[in-house]
């Protein structure tokens, strides 16, 4: 389905507000076209009647039908301007909804390859060019479109010899809307590419202003930035010259074309024994000339915003395209937690498996850790265990079911994870550890952070639980954000937890802490513990050592030590002990 289609498909479905604002549009432009018939009458058969007598009643009387309609077209103007604007916004409502609905949909590798700030362009740059097609132009065109044909009505009705002549303005301006789309279409496409591009490269540079000032990269920030504002600018002004030339001196040129038509026409018609023109004839036909160019001059004015509007839905349709998933409110019992890894391959980019034959089991209540060297796998197991990605060979079965055949949202309630750089939502302590969710009180929210031990950290902070959160959580320690990381996941109850590097980004005096909360978390769950710090998980059940995507070693910490490979060998490192020390 083309664009105009789905725009219109969209339009649809507020039909009644858009048409009742159409219909009011029709009432005020008929009005408002009466008054030169009505200025007609006057004139020829009350001001210079062919008998010569002045009758001042009709006149009186014609002049207030003037004036009602001047005044009846201007509610009615007013009255379509109300609904035809809340329609438009009404339209751009829906789309946008849609759109952020559509994002959540969208699997995580849509992400990788798409920067935030794109997406967010796409949900406000571009939806809001496409509410300026609902708002000015659908208003303007329409507006346009019914004083055109109602000008030209009147024309026929006086003359239809002359109103035939002026029906070459139609192709014309017909043909001078394809030249100008063919341009503004490969401009306006740069354009806001370029636009969603610097969106991107701001998000990135607030996001990582910390990297960029520490490292003196200011200045190749500055450069990138401004190359990307040349080629927008340059773009910019093609379309700018594009304009000046499809608006004004278009209208200029035709406005001179009509005259000369006009002025042979009527002439011609004057020299003519037999032809007569009246005054009140001239003066309708000059009046409706002038007001045929008000409209043409709206259009042509509106390519513009047209163009960028098309160009605008075209991405966000391109956007809604993308093959996303609903969200389903299936709700399970909460499982045992047995899970179960079963020759699973898998990889990001076709061919490259960063996961090679993973098999594993993990019973309900066990601790897994998984350790290994970057770029082993380890965060891509969790990723395939929380559904993030789908496993290209090879099944994860929890409690003996395969988690494909479950809904992503299915296989997620009942698991929690705690990020090496917990994210946090802003606004408070509270609302960052329920998410919203009604089921988790304020109580269960205090007894969650005293049973990881929170209140030790948070208790400095003057609101507590009501203390306000920015963006990220920026405002916070790493220590407090990692405990109120804890204290989410305690709060939800899950059957299976994930700890990713739970403790890479705290001091030691917090780490203490942490290593309660991460004991507290793991009674009575199954347990997976993505750690570099070899020491945390000394107590671990089972211990992966995973190289280049398969495992290496599997068992538990003396085991492994007793092995001699790998594991012992990254132990050593980090403990800075001699392997006597160690076997000893």
Known sequence: MGTGKRLIK????????????????????????????????????????????????????????????????????????IFLQKGANSIIKKMRNDVFEHVQTLPIRYFDSLPAGKVVSRITNDTE?????????????????????????????????LASMMLVLIPLLYGWMLVYRKFAAKYNHVVREKLSDMNAIINESIQGMTIIQAFRREKLMKNEFEELNDKHYKFQQKLLILEATASHNMVGVLRSLIFILFIWYFGTASMSVNSAVTVGVLYAFVDYIIRLFNPISGIVNQFAKLEQALVAAERVFRLLDRTGEPVSDEKIARYRGNVRFENVWFAYEEDEYVLKDISFEAKQGETVALVGHTGSGKSSIMNLLFRFYDVTEGAIKIDGMNINDMTRQAVREHMGIVLQDPYLFTGTIESNITLGDSRISRQRVEEALAAVGGERVLKHLPKGIDEPVVEKGSTLSSG??????????????PAILILDEATSNIDTETEEIIQHAMEVLKKGRTTFIIAHRLSTIKNADRILVLDHGRIAEAGSHDELMKLGGQYYQMYQIQSGMSPTQIVG
Request: proline share 3%.
């Open 10 to 81: 969209y339009a649809m479905q507020f039909k009644k507000i858009l048409l009742g604002g159409l219909m009011l549009l029709a009432v005020a432009v008929a009005a408002d076209l009466a008054a030169p018939l009505i200025a007609k009458e006057i004139i020829d058969n009350h001001i210079a009647p062919a008998n010569g007598t002045v009758n001042f009643e009709p006149i009186a009387y014609l002049l207030a039908i003037f004036l009602g309609l001047g005044v009846v077209a201007s509610i009615f103007r007013y009255l379509e301007y």
């Open 129 to 161: 060019a496409i509410r300026e097609l609902f708002v000015t132009v659908l208003s303007q065109f329409a507006t346009s479109f019914m004083y055109m044909a109602g000008i030209y009505a009147a024309l026929f009705y006086l003359d239809w010899q």
């Open 480 to 493: 407090q954000r990692q405990l109120v990381s804890f204290a989410r996941a305690l709060a939800f109850d």
